[in-house]
C-alpha cells in the first residue's frame, strides 16, 4: 500500500522567504509523485508532477520539488514566498505502469500562510 | 477550453436521505475519478470511470456508487445519507484509463443534517 506523511499541518512564512512544504512518501514501487494546490473554496490544481527523468521537477508559479529515492521524499520548495502563495497544498503518490494510475493517494495537506 | 465543471456547488441534505451529484469532464477527457475530502480523512479515491466502466474502486461502503455516460459525464450517488457523508465531493478528468495526470473540477459542498 501506499502512503504520503505530510508533517505538520501549518506553515508560516513572511513575504520573500524560502518556503519549504515537507513530503514523505511510502510505495512498494517506484512512484510517481504529485504536489497539488487548493485554494478556499476551489478544487485542485496541479503544481508540478515527478514521473521519470531529472529528478528536479519545476511546476508552475515558481514552485519546484526534488525527488529523493533514498530519503523517500519530494518535498516543496519556492525561494520567496509571495502573498498569493497562501493556500493549502497536498502531496500525491500513485503507482505508475498499473492499472490504478489514476488512483491517486494524498497525504493531510499543509496550510501555508504568508506574512506580509 | 473549459475545465471540469460539477454540479450542484452546494447542496443541504437531511439524514436518510439519497443525493446525486453530477461532473462533466474537460472535452475529449474519458475518464472520471471522484474524490471525498473531510476535514478529518482528507482526501480520499472514491472511484474512478472510463468508457462507462468502473476501473478502480476506494473503501467505501456500498451507499456510495457512481456512473458513466457515454458522453462520459459522469454521476455520483449517495443513499441513506448520514452525518459523515458532510464533505466536499471533487471530481477529476484525465484522457483516458490509467492517465495519472488528473484535473479537477471546484467540487460540490455536501451538507447532512
Known amino acids: 500500500a501506499q502512503s504520503v506523511t505530510q508533517l505538520g499541518s501549518h506553515v508560516s512564512v513572511s513575504e520573500g522567504a524560502l518556503v519549504l512544504l515537507r513530503c514523505n512518501y511510502s510505495?512498494?514501487?517506484?512512484?510517481?509523485l504529485f504536489w497539488y494546490v487548493q485554494y478556499p473554496n476551489q478544487g485542485l490544481q496541479l503544481l508540478l508532477k515527478y514521473t521519470t527523468g531529472a529528478t528536479l521537477v519545476k511546476g508552475i508559479n515558481g514552485f519546484e520539488a526534488e525527488f529523493k529515492k533514498s530519503e523517500t521524499s519530494f518535498h516543496l520548495t519556492k525561494p520567496s514566498a509571495h502573498m498569493s502563495d497562501a493556500a493549502e497544498y497536498f502531496c500525491a503518490v500513485t503507482k505508475p505502469l498499473t492499472g490504478a494510475n489514476s488512483k491517486l493517494t494524498f497525504g493531510k495537506g499543509i496550510t501555508l500562510s504568508v506574512r506580509p | 477550453k473549459a475545465g471540469v465543471t460539477q454540479t450542484p456547488r452546494y447542496l443541504i441534505k437531511t439524514r436518510g436521505q439519497q443525493v446525486t451529484l453530477s461532473c462533466s469532464p474537460i472535452?475529449?477527457?474519458?475518464?472520471v475519478s471522484w474524490y471525498q475530502q473531510t476535514p478529518g480523512q482528507g482526501l480520499q479515491f472514491l472511484f474512478e470511470y472510463f468508457s462507462e466502466t468502473q476501473r478502480n474502486k476506494g473503501n467505501f461502503p456500498g451507499r456510495f456508487s457512481g456512473r458513466q455516460f457515454s458522453n462520459s459525464r459522469s454521476e455520483m450517488n449517495v443513499s441513506t445519507l448520514e452525518l459523515g457523508d458532510s464533505a466536499l465531493y471533487l471530481c477529476?478528468?484525465?484522457?483516458?484509463?490509467?492517465?495519472?495526470?488528473?484535473?479537477f473540477g471546484p467540487g460540490t459542498r455536501l451538507t447532512v443534517t
Open positions: 510505495s512498494s514501487v517506484p512512484p510517481y
Open positions: 477529476a478528468s484525465s484522457l483516458s484509463a490509467g492517465s495519472y495526470e488528473q484535473y
Open positions: 472535452s475529449g477527457h474519458r475518464s
